[in-house]
């Protein structure tokens, strides 16, 4: 199939799929079901599975072979309808109210191709209030035979009343031996797909991301910034800031999950400077010269520092000022403690 839709294409969570293979077996699955988790972890590709297989003709479904599947597989099943979230310039990706109400028109008509429609919404926590408030009528009460599957990284963000109307379905990351397996299944050489494996904690779609982006010179942009942050002076600040203010708030999320990591490594070498449970493995000598720099309860404030402003991400702040307060912030902390 082109988009993988087989059960063991889904790389972990043997639970997960062996809980809702069961109930499709025994027809008792609920008309929502919502899938939380870290990101890139498999959820929405769990979802295309449980999705094709809700609209397979087949007992063991999904079979690969009908026409629902034929269809699920080249993109353009009719009963098959996915949410987004929409971004407009450098905004917050958001799921608006128009985009649940076009959804329900299509999701409350008669199935075309199957018995029944599936939606999925995906990053469901992008939802505004509106969109949420009127999701949650349908979800109430839906009209025809549809299942819903919300996918998240976010659940605490969503409504109560929507958490509480759908079944849910929690995932935990992925085995960094099965991301090595899935990796080297995409022609990576076995020991490149093993460091990306240790880098991507568990997800999946980071691995492939590092891949496919280069993500390793935004890790390296963050270790060159740790090594010349007590000598950054304000010109330097203002520079960098307007430079890191340009970039979008996917890029500048990365770059500060690999500066969370690098910090937290930090930490680990304190207690065991040969510790194998470091993420960057490949750079631990470079982390090590850097301790002396870099004392304890100064990690501790730039780790608080660096996760504040990670949240602040999210939102709809204006990103070069948000640069600007986090670099001053991070040159205030280690040049304090000096």
Same mark, same amino acid.
């Given at each position: 199939?082109?988009?993988?839709?087989?059960?063991?294409?889904?790389?972990?969570?043997?639970?997960?799929?062996?809980?809702?293979?069961?109930?499709?077996?025994?027809?008792?699955?609920?008309?929502?079901?919502?899938?939380?988790?870290?990101?890139?972890?498999?959820?929405?590709?769990?979802?295309?599975?449980?999705?094709?297989?809700?609209?397979?003709?087949?007992? !063991?479904?999904?079979?690969?072979?009908?026409? #629902?599947?034929?269809?699920?597989?080249?993109?353009?099943?009719?009963?098959?309808?996915?949410? *987004?979230?929409?971004?407009?310039?450098?905004?917050?990706?958001?799921?608006?109210? !128009?985009?649940?109400?076009?959804?329900?028109?299509?999701?409350?008509?008669?199935?075309?191709?199957?018995?029944?429609?599936?939606?999925?919404? !995906?990053?469901?926590?992008?939802?505004?209030?509106?969109?949420?408030?009127?999701?949650?009528?349908?979800?109430?009460?839906?009209?025809?035979?549809?299942? +819903?599957?919300?996918?998240?990284?976010?659940?605490?963000?969503?409504?109560?009343?929507?958490?509480?109307?759908?079944?849910?379905?929690? +995932?935990?990351?992925v085995p960094e031996d099965a991301m090595v397996e899935v990796l080297a299944g995409r022609g990576l050489a076995?020991?490149?797909?093993?460091?990306?494996?240790?880098?991507?904690?568990?997800?999946?779609?980071?691995?492939?991301?590092?891949?496919?982006?280069?993500?390793?010179?935004?890790?390296?942009?963050?270790?060159?910034?740790?090594?010349?942050?007590?000598?950054?002076?304000?010109?330097?600040?203002?520079?960098?800031?307007?430079?890191?203010?340009?970039?979008?708030?996917?890029?500048?999320?990365?770059? +500060?999950?690999? *500066?969370?990591?690098?910090?937290? !490594?930090?930490?680990?070498?304190?207690?065991?400077?040969?510790?194998?449970?470091?993420?960057?493995?490949?750079?631990?000598?470079?982390?090590?010269?850097?301790?002396? #720099? +870099?004392?304890?309860?100064?990690?501790?404030?730039?780790?608080?520092?660096?996760?504040?402003?990670?949240?602040?991400?999210?939102?709809?702040?204006?990103?070069?000022?948000?640069?600007?307060?986090?670099?001053?912030?991070?040159?205030?902390?280690?040049?304090?403690?000096?």
């Open positions: 199939l082109r988009m993988e839709l087989h059960w063991e294409d889904v790389a972990g969570h043997e639970t997960q799929k062996l809980q809702l293979r069961t109930m499709l077996r025994e027809h008792r699955l609920p008309h929502a079901l919502l899938l939380s988790g870290p990101a890139g972890v498999g959820k929405k590709k769990l979802g295309h599975v449980l999705a094709a297989a809700l609209l397979c003709e087949a007992d !063991d479904a999904p079979c690969g072979h009908c026409a #629902s599947c034929r269809a699920m597989a080249s993109g353009s099943h009719p009963d098959y309808l996915e949410v *987004l979230p929409e971004r407009t310039g450098k905004n917050t990706a958001v799921i608006r109210i !128009d985009a649940i109400r076009s959804m329900q028109v299509e999701a409350s008509r008669y199935p075309i191709l199957a018995k029944q429609r599936v939606v999925l919404i !995906d990053d469901a926590d992008c939802m505004n209030e509106a969109a949420e408030n009127s999701l949650l009528k349908t979800l109430e009460e839906p009209e025809g035979a549809v299942t +819903f599957l919300l996918i998240t990284g976010a659940r605490s963000s969503l409504l109560d009343t929507i958490v509480s109307r759908c079944m849910p379905l929690s +995932f935990g990351t076995t020991a490149e797909a093993r460091e990306l494996a240790s880098l991507a904690d568990g997800s999946i779609g980071r691995a492939l991301a590092l891949h496919e982006h280069e993500g390793l010179s935004r890790r390296d942009d963050a270790l060159s910034f740790l090594v010349k942050l007590r000598q950054m002076d304000m010109p330097a600040v203002w520079q960098r800031s307007q430079a890191m203010g340009e970039l979008d708030r996917e890029t500048l999320s990365e770059w +500060f999950l690999y *500066l969370n990591m690098m910090l937290r !490594d930090m930490l680990v070498l304190y207690e065991d400077g040969g510790s194998k449970l470091i993420y960057h493995k490949d750079i631990r000598e470079q982390l090590l010269a850097l301790l002396p #720099s +870099f004392p304890e309860p100064v990690i501790f404030s730039l780790l608080a520092l660096v996760r504040e402003t990670q949240r602040r991400l999210q939102t709809n702040v204006n990103l070069r000022l948000l640069m600007e307060g986090f670099h001053i912030r991070m040159r205030d902390v280690v040049n304090i403690r000096k």
